[in-house]
């Protein structure tokens, strides 16, 4: 006899293994329960699923068993499908989520170790100010580079001592004028001993200069001094 029971079966859309549970009831009736189970399936919920509860004669359940059972099978295996991928994707999600909780975390500890870093280069730039060691303070203030974000306060901080140690620090073009050399420098045989006013110097000079010159005269024209 060809029944083409478990060929029909075969065709069911289902994912799971089927369980059918077969049990005689009163009046020659059968009693039978048919119901999938999907281990795959993480989400506890599944079994809260009830089983299909087909009661009739051998001729009914033999003319009926396919056209009851298919459908909601066939949902119900849908169904555990749909909520084992829901429970994976919910697993992943909280890995995510907890990735994207260690990753925040860990640039956390890095910008608090940064903060700390820039923090305590300019707490020691402040103590060697105090103590009037401004070069070495200017050294301690930290780089742009390392800071960008706070490049505009260590600007206005490396400014600040800088004009303390080294007002040119960064090329200043201005030039002082030179000091006028001493007329001692210009006529060192006319320098005086620092008693005597410069101004009567001169004149006793120019006297000194001019009897020279008259001595020059008479040793020059014997005749002309008869």
Known sequence: MNTNFFNQIAQMQIIGDLHITIAKGAEDRLIVLVMLQNESCGDGAKHSIPPLNLRGT??????GFFSNITAPIESASGLMVDMDGYMKQLEHTKKQSAMEKE?????????QA?????????NRADQLEREGRFREAWIKVPEIHEFPLKAEQIRKRKSELSAKFSPDLFGSTAQTAEPEPPREALFP????????DPEMQEEDIYEQEVEAEEMEY???????QA
């Open 189 to 196: 045989e006319h320098a005086h001993d620092g008693t005597q």
């Open 218 to 224: 008479w040793e020059e024209d014997p005749e002309e």
């Open 58 to 63: 051998a001729e009914e359940l033999d003319e």
């Open 114 to 122: 940064k903060d700390k870093k820039f923090s305590d280069a300019m």
């Open 103 to 111: 990753k925040e975390d860990k640039h956390k500890k890095e910008q």
